[in-house]
């Protein structure tokens, strides 16, 4: 049913294995799972790090341990959070993937702070976007400045549950990011089209056109799964 992992993988590989297990059904709410004994052979991994494991499903809601019983997957009422897996996150294609999903959640929100910024939220969009060219300027990646660009712009929506969901994909974004600003740092061209397609974005926020912001944000997005696409790189 599992497949077989080296023993020095994290605890982490065994969990995302049981958890597609569970959600394929191969053990109902509220089934036992395996012994620890009997799962450390399956994987051909330590009782040790099974236990890990379980230890993170657990504090994820996933299972639930039964004092003397064993470990039960957790009924209907468990609130699941949400999982992105860093290693797969950084693959080429995952890459690709993530930026479908920056592009669905970002085009709104572009368009939110188009209508709803103040003018210190616009102070900050450029200041942000002002600290990308200068990150590029003195030959770095300008990955943390980019990503801090997108959060300002979160910011500037007033919605605290924009800029919480974009704090969780902060590690990813920035995964996916190193990957197309490396390839758009290859190409005068690309790195031309990325300022141009930020100052779009932020001269639509400041207008306070939302159609334009949201416009703005998806043909960015759009461009960056194109650059990559045309660069060989998924």
């Not at 003397?68 to 693959?91: K, M, Q, W």
């Not at 980019?146 to 919605?159: E, L, P």
């Not at 461009?223 to 990559?228: D, K």
């Amino acid at each position: 049913m599992f497949d077989k992992i080296p023993a020095r993988a994290l605890s982490d590989t065994v969990a995302q294995q049981l958890l597609k297990q569970i959600d394929k059904g191969a053990f109902a709410r509220g089934a036992r799972l395996p012994t620890e004994a009997v799962l450390a052979q399956q994987f051909g991994v330590s009782r040790t790090v099974i236990r890990e494991a379980l230890s993170r499903l657990k504090n994820e809601g996933v299972v639930e341990p039964r004092q003397g019983s064993g470990v039960f997957v957790a009924g209907h009422g468990a609130i699941r959070p949400l999982r992105i897996d860093y290693a797969e996150a950084v693959e080429p294609g995952s890459v690709v993937q993530i930026l479908a999903l920056r592009r669905a959640i970002e085009a709104e929100v572009a368009s939110e702070a188009a209508m709803r910024r103040s003018d210190a939220d616009m102070a900050a969009i450029d200041a942000a976007l002002a600290r990308i060219e200068r990150a590029v300027a003195d030959g770095e990646d300008g990955v943390a400045e980019d990503v801090a660009f997108h959060r300002a712009i979160a910011v500037a929506t007033g919605n605290p549950y924009f800029l919480k969901t974009l704090t969780f994909l902060n590690q990813y974004l920035e995964a996916g990011t190193v990957v197309t600003r490396r390839n758009e740092a290859l190409r005068e061209d690309f790195s031309r089209q990325v300022r141009e397609e930020h100052a779009a974005i932020a001269a639509a926020i400041r207008s306070g056109d939302p159609m334009a912001a949201r416009n703005a944000a998806q043909t960015h997005l759009c461009n960056a799964a194109r650059r990559l696409a045309e660069a060989g790189i998924v």
